[in-house]
Every structure is written in structure tokens, then in C-alpha cells.
């Protein structure tokens, strides 16, 4: 079978870092219609292929050699947790050659940080992987999506950001995966690290480190072997806490598990709570009977990210990502 990745020339490539990017579509992609090209309004998101990407960030041949590979081109609304596992594995595999420096990867803005900390969990830290996206599509004005991309392959392959994690890099800024998250539905400037803020910028001057992360976090799944591509992934659902949240929601979940009609049987449910955590004495009656029932109950904040324990720092959809990928690796090992 045909090696799908291909190289993008470069002068002087052999003094170049070697860089994977693969692409996953997303915004970054996307497309307007002609009318709408200068605004990107109605745009369709992961219609151009990475090549094109590539050539539309002036100058990026020149700062990396460059090999890329199209593993999917979808909104990442559309994103599952068989593309983290996918991306795992190319990363992985990647990491096992000689002389490779890092790997881009190019992903819409709705699910980049689900994506980015499925993969921190499941990786090494080792060599740089950096997850980039843009907030309008390729032909807008002032689109971002060549300098997202640029900056992005300068950091990969840039040994300083190499053991820190999985990164993501937007707006000149570098992110760590486990903070990073979307907080704002249009702005340019979307993705924010909350009260730690980012771990760096990258611009004019190069590439600048200006706070480590906490320490080095045990990434127990990284040593496991991945599940095969066919394996269902649990059901970990989210809900939420608010007024006159009675629950009910959460028992037919429950029931239906254990009738069977829910395909996958629910595993496991993420809570958001109201200020640090608590719950309506409705919904709490009904998470009671599911935790009897066998499911995990985890209950979060909404109002921001976990403070201290296991989840320190992670928000909702992180949490409900890592118990995931928990679940899905127990099970492998089971199987």
C-alpha cells in the first residue's frame, strides 16, 4: 500500500527540524461560499486538504522539513474519541523514527482542547506535538489560519518545547493541553489558559517559555497500548445541575443501561454543579440510585476548572475525557 504522507520540499531541508503535520480539517479548512468569501460567512469547515494549508503560510517550507498526511477533513464538532486514538497512534508511531523533531496537527476550534488532552493523557511527553486551529476559514480577511500554522511548526520543531506536554498554539500563544480551552464562540483571540495563562508566546523573537507547569504530571495511560479502532468507546455522559433539575434525566439513563437498550451501557456521568459543586436534592437523589446502580458519579464545577485532587485544573469535557479513555483502556486490557 501507497505511504499516504508526502514531503513538502525545502532548501536546505537536511538543517531543518523534520515536522509531521497532519491535518484533520476544521475551520482552519474551511470554506465560504464566493459571495462570502472576504467575510467567511456560512462557511463549511474542512474542505481544503493540508497541502493547501501549508501553501498558504508563506515562508513555512523554510522553517521546517515538512511531511504531512490528511487523516480526515470534518468540523471538529464532529470529532470522537476513535480520532484521538488515531492521531495517538500516528504520533506514536512518528516518535519512533530517526530523526524526527515534532508533529503538527491542524483541528477545528469546537473540540481542540477535548483532542489536545485526550492526547496529552495518552502520550509521552516527549517530543513536541502542537495542535493549532483558526477562529475564520482560509479566504476571509485577515484570516489566521497560515500564521496559526506557521507559528505552530516553528514550535514543533523547536527543542525547548519538547517535554512539556501536548501544546497548543493560537494567536501567538502557547498553551498547555491540560489548561487550554475556548472562550469565546467568534473572537480571534479564543482560546485562553485561565488563571495560570499560557506557557509561552511565539513571534517575531522566537519562541519564549515564560512559566513551567506545575510539576510533572504521572500520565499513567501513556505507557498502554491503544485499543483497536473497532472498540466502542464507553458512554460518559454530561449533565447538568440548575434549578428544578429533578433528576429524571438521569434515571431513564439508568434504566435504559440496565434494560439494555442503551448501546454502550452508560459507564460513568460527569456533573456539572452550581458554584464549587453542589447539586439540586433532586438531581443528587438520582445520582445516588445510578452510583447504586453501578455508574461513576463525578461531580465538577461549571463555573470553572476542578481545584485540587485527581482533576485539579481540568473543566468538564476534560473530565469527562479522561474517564473516558480510563474506561476504554480497562477495558482493552480486559478484552
Same mark, same amino acid.
Given at each position: 500500500?501507497?505511504?499516504?504522507?508526502?514531503?513538502?520540499?525545502?532548501?536546505?531541508?537536511?538543517?531543518?527540524?523534520?515536522?509531521?503535520?497532519?491535518?484533520?480539517?476544521?475551520?482552519?479548512?474551511?470554506?465560504?461560499?464566493?459571495?462570502?468569501?472576504?467575510?467567511?460567512?456560512?462557511?463549511?469547515?474542512?474542505?481544503?486538504?493540508?497541502?493547501?494549508?501549508?501553501?498558504?503560510?508563506?515562508?513555512?517550507?523554510?522553517?521546517? @522539513?515538512?511531511?504531512?498526511?490528511?487523516?480526515?477533513?470534518?468540523?471538529?464538532?464532529?470529532?470522537?474519541?476513535?480520532?484521538?486514538?488515531?492521531?495517538?497512534?500516528?504520533? @506514536?508511531?512518528?516518535?519512533?523514527?530517526?530523526?524526527?523533531?515534532?508533529?503538527?496537527?491542524?483541528?477545528?476550534?469546537?473540540?481542540?482542547?477535548?483532542?489536545?488532552?485526550?492526547?496529552?493523557?495518552?502520550?509521552?511527553?516527549?517530543?513536541?506535538?502542537?495542535?493549532?486551529?483558526?477562529?475564520?476559514?482560509?479566504?476571509?480577511?485577515?484570516?489566521?489560519?497560515? @500564521?496559526?500554522?506557521?507559528?505552530?511548526?516553528?514550535?514543533?520543531?523547536?527543542?525547548?518545547?519538547?517535554?512539556?506536554?501536548?501544546?497548543?498554539?493560537?494567536?501567538?500563544?502557547?498553551?498547555?493541553?491540560?489548561?487550554?480551552?475556548?472562550?469565546?464562540?467568534?473572537?480571534?483571540?479564543?482560546?485562553?489558559?485561565?488563571?495560570?495563562?499560557?506557557?509561552?508566546?511565539?513571534?517575531?523573537?522566537?519562541?519564549?517559555?515564560?512559566?513551567?507547569?506545575?510539576?510533572?504530571?504521572?500520565?499513567?495511560?501513556?505507557?498502554?497500548?491503544?485499543?483497536?479502532?473497532?472498540?466502542?468507546?464507553?458512554?460518559?455522559?454530561?449533565?447538568?445541575?440548575?434549578?428544578?433539575?429533578?433528576?429524571?434525566?438521569? @434515571?431513564?439513563?439508568?434504566?435504559?443501561?440496565?434494560?439494555?437498550?442503551?448501546?454502550?451501557?452508560?459507564?460513568?456521568?460527569?456533573?456539572?454543579?452550581?458554584?464549587?459543586?453542589?447539586?439540586?436534592?433532586?438531581?443528587?437523589?438520582?445520582?445516588?440510585?445510578?452510583?447504586?446502580?453501578?455508574?461513576?458519579?463525578?461531580?465538577?464545577?461549571?463555573?470553572?476548572?476542578?481545584?485540587?485532587?485527581?482533576?485539579?485544573?481540568?473543566?468538564?469535557?476534560?473530565?469527562?475525557?479522561?474517564?473516558?479513555?480510563?474506561?476504554?483502556?480497562?477495558?482493552?486490557?480486559?478484552?
Amino acid at each position: 500500500m501507497q505511504d499516504p504522507r508526502c514531503e513538502l520540499p525545502a532548501a536546505g531541508a537536511g538543517l531543518l527540524p523534520h515536522v509531521l503535520v497532519l491535518g484533520t480539517g476544521g475551520t482552519i479548512a474551511g470554506v465560504a461560499p464566493p459571495a462570502n468569501t472576504a467575510t467567511g460567512a456560512g462557511y463549511t469547515a474542512g474542505v481544503l486538504g493540508v497541502e493547501q494549508l501549508l501553501a498558504s503560510a508563506p515562508g513555512i517550507a523554510q522553517q521546517a @522539513r515538512l511531511e504531512f498526511e490528511q487523516l480526515c477533513n470534518i468540523d471538529s464538532k464532529d470529532a470522537n474519541p476513535a480520532l484521538w486514538l488515531q492521531l495517538a497512534r500516528e504520533v @506514536r508511531a512518528w516518535r519512533a523514527r530517526a530523526g524526527t523533531a515534532g508533529c503538527v496537527i491542524t483541528h477545528g476550534s469546537d473540540t481542540l482542547e477535548e483532542t489536545a488532552y485526550a492526547l496529552d493523557c495518552l502520550l509521552e511527553p516527549g517530543s513536541p506535538v502542537v495542535l493549532t486551529a483558526a477562529m475564520l476559514p482560509a479566504a476571509a480577511l485577515s484570516a489566521d489560519g497560515p @500564521r496559526n500554522l506557521f507559528d505552530a511548526v516553528r514550535v514543533a520543531g523547536d527543542p525547548a518545547a519538547a517535554g512539556r506536554g501536548v501544546l497548543c498554539v493560537a494567536h501567538g500563544r502557547v498553551h498547555a493541553a491540560r489548561d487550554v480551552s475556548k472562550q469565546h464562540p467568534a473572537r480571534i483571540d479564543a482560546f485562553a489558559s485561565g488563571e495560570r495563562g499560557p506557557l509561552g508566546f511565539i513571534g517575531a523573537s522566537g519562541l519564549r517559555f515564560t512559566r513551567e507547569q506545575p510539576g510533572v504530571e504521572p500520565r499513567p495511560l501513556a505507557g498502554l497500548a491503544l485499543p483497536s479502532p473497532e472498540m466502542a468507546a464507553p458512554r460518559v455522559e454530561l449533565v447538568c445541575s440548575h434549578a428544578g433539575a429533578d433528576g429524571e434525566l438521569v @434515571r431513564a439513563l439508568v434504566a435504559a443501561s440496565v434494560a439494555g437498550t442503551l448501546r454502550p451501557p452508560l459507564h460513568a456521568l460527569v456533573v456539572l454543579g452550581t458554584g464549587g459543586g453542589t447539586v439540586h436534592e433532586g438531581l443528587a437523589a438520582a445520582l445516588d440510585q445510578a452510583a447504586e446502580a453501578g455508574v461513576r458519579v463525578q461531580v465538577v464545577p461549571r463555573t470553572g476548572p476542578c481545584e485540587g485532587g485527581d482533576f485539579d485544573g481540568l473543566n468538564a469535557v476534560k473530565v469527562r475525557v479522561r474517564l473516558l479513555l480510563e474506561a476504554l483502556l480497562e477495558a482493552r486490557s480486559g478484552a
